[in-house]
C-alpha cells in the first residue's frame, strides 16, 4: 500500500505571497492532520480533518487555514507568508476509530 | 493543554550499547503514546506506540514502557546499529477521551537525537 503523499516537497516563496501544500492520505485513510516543525518550535499541530469536515485545530492565525475533498486529499493554505513561517510541513493520515498517525515526507517551505 | 517534556536531547553511544530515552507528559487523560524515528531529510516513522491500558511493548530490539501513575515513559532500544541513529520523538493523546478535544492531535516532545559510534 502506498504510503502519505506529499506535493510539491520544496517550495520557495516571498513574503505577502500566498501558498498551497498538497496531501495525499494513505488509501482507506480519512483523517488527516497537519504539522509545522521547525528547529524552535518542534513540531506542533496546525489542524485535523475528517470527512471533509476540520474537527479540531492548534493555535495558529487564521492565515493558516485547510480543507478536505471527498477522495480524502487535504489541502492547507498560508495567506500573507511571513518569514516564520519557514518550515516543514507535514501531513500524517490515520483510519476511521484509531489515532494511529503515519506521516508523510512533508513540504520544506522557505520565505524570503 | 498537554505538555510533553523529553530528554536527553542529544545521546551518543557506541554500537551494541543500549539507549534509552525518557518522557512525561502533563495531561492525565492522554492515553496513547506513539515514538516516531526522524531521519535527515524524511518524515517521522512510527516505530513502537503504547496504550494506557498496557504498561509495556516490545518489538525485537525496540520496547517502551509506560508509567501512568508517573506520567512518564521510555523508548529501549538495545544492541544499537549505525543506522539507528535519528532523531527521534515521544508524543502523547487523548484521542477518544470523553470530553477531550484530541481528533488528530499528537502532541509531542522536542526530540531526542541519537548517534550510535560504529
Known amino acids: 500500500k502506498a504510503g502519505v503523499t506529499q506535493t510539491p516537497r520544496y517550495l520557495i516563496k516571498t513574503r505577502g505571497q500566498q501558498v498551497t501544500l498538497s496531501c495525499s492520505p494513505i488509501?482507506?485513510?480519512?483523517?488527516v492532520s497537519w504539522y509545522q516543525q521547525t528547529p524552535g518550535q518542534g513540531l506542533q499541530f496546525l489542524f485535523e480533518?475528517?470527512?471533509?469536515?476540520?474537527?479540531n485545530k492548534g493555535n495558529f492565525p487564521g492565515r493558516f487555514s485547510g480543507r478536505q475533498f471527498s477522495n480524502s486529499r487535504s489541502e492547507m493554505n498560508v495567506s500573507t507568508l511571513e518569514l516564520g513561517d519557514s518550515a516543514l510541513y507535514l501531513c500524517?493520515?490515520?483510519?476511521?476509530?484509531?489515532?494511529?498517525?503515519?506521516f508523510g515526507p512533508g513540504t520544506r517551505l522557505t520565505v524570503l | 493543554g498537554e505538555n510533553v517534556e523529553q530528554h536527553p536531547s542529544t545521546l551518543s553511544v557506541q554500537e551494541g550499547d543500549s539507549a534509552v530515552i525518557k518522557c512525561t507528559y502533563s495531561d492525565s487523560a492522554s492515553n496513547y503514546f506513539p515514538w516516531y524515528k526522524q531521519e535527515l531529510g524524511k518524515g517521522p516513522q512510527l516505530i513502537i506506540d503504547?496504550?494506557?491500558?498496557?504498561g509495556e511493548k516490545k518489538d525485537q530490539r525496540i520496547a517502551v514502557t509506560l508509567n501512568k501513575t508517573a506520567k512518564h515513559f521510555s523508548l529501549h532500544i538495545t544492541e544499537t546499529q549505525p543506522e539507528d541513529s535519528a532523531v527521534y520523538f515521544c508524543?502523547?493523546?487523548?484521542?477518544?477521551?470523553?470530553?477531550?478535544?484530541?481528533?488528530?492531535?499528537?502532541?509531542f516532545g522536542q526530540g531526542t537525537i541519537l548517534t550510535v559510534h560504529p
Open positions: 500524517a493520515s490515520s483510519t476511521e476509530g484509531t489515532d494511529t498517525q503515519y
Open positions: 508524543a502523547a493523546s487523548s484521542w477518544g477521551y470523553a470530553g477531550g478535544t484530541s481528533y488528530g492531535k499528537l502532541t
Open positions: 480533518y475528517f470527512s471533509e469536515t476540520q474537527r
Open positions: 503504547i496504550r494506557s491500558n498496557v
Open positions: 488509501s482507506g485513510h480519512r483523517s
